[in-house]
């Protein structure tokens, strides 16, 4: 296994911290920088499986839009992809905060649910 750097900027909380993250040839991940072990896992993270929460809109059918994410982390890889499969969503209403608008999206296993009631 090839060895990995990679430095980045925490997002978990606001503070922020400076991390470098290492993996070694042995696929052990070490990093460095953070202020708590969240930090620690972010890193691991990023270097390992790095994953984003997708926030996004969609269409409703009387025209409102309605604000969406999904319900876990997904591949950041496949975050575009995601939104682009949103694009064309129309959802009838009423609709709750909470309700399942795309179940699985891309067989990721994050379902796309809202973020808003609309009547
Ligand atoms: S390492 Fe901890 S303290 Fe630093 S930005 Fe991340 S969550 Fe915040």
């Known amino acids: 296994m090839e ?3 990679k430095t980045m900027t925490c997002i978990v909380c606001p503070i922020g911290c400076s991390l470098t993250a290492v993996r070694d040839e042995n696929g052990n991940v070490t990093v460095k920088g953070n202020s708590c072990p969240r930090g620690a896992k972010y890193a691991t993270s990023e270097l390992t499986n790095p994953v984003r929460t997708l926030t996004s809109v969609v269409r409703t059918e009387n ?3 309605l604000s ?3 319900s876990e982390p997904i591949p950041k ?3 575009r992809e995601a939104a682009k499969a949103l694009a064309g969503v ?3 209403t009423p ?3 909470g309700d399942v608008i795309v179940k ?3 067989g990721t296993g994050s379902d796309i649910v809202a973020t ?3 009547p």
């Open 68 to 70: 969406v994410k999904t």
């Open 104 to 106: 699985d999206i891309l």
């Open 116 to 118: 808003k009631n609309i």
């Open 77 to 79: 890889e496949l975050v």
């Open 90 to 92: 129309v959802v009838k």
């Open 63 to 65: 025209g409102d839009m």
């Open 3 to 5: 060895k990995i750097t």
């Open 95 to 97: 609709v709750h905060i």
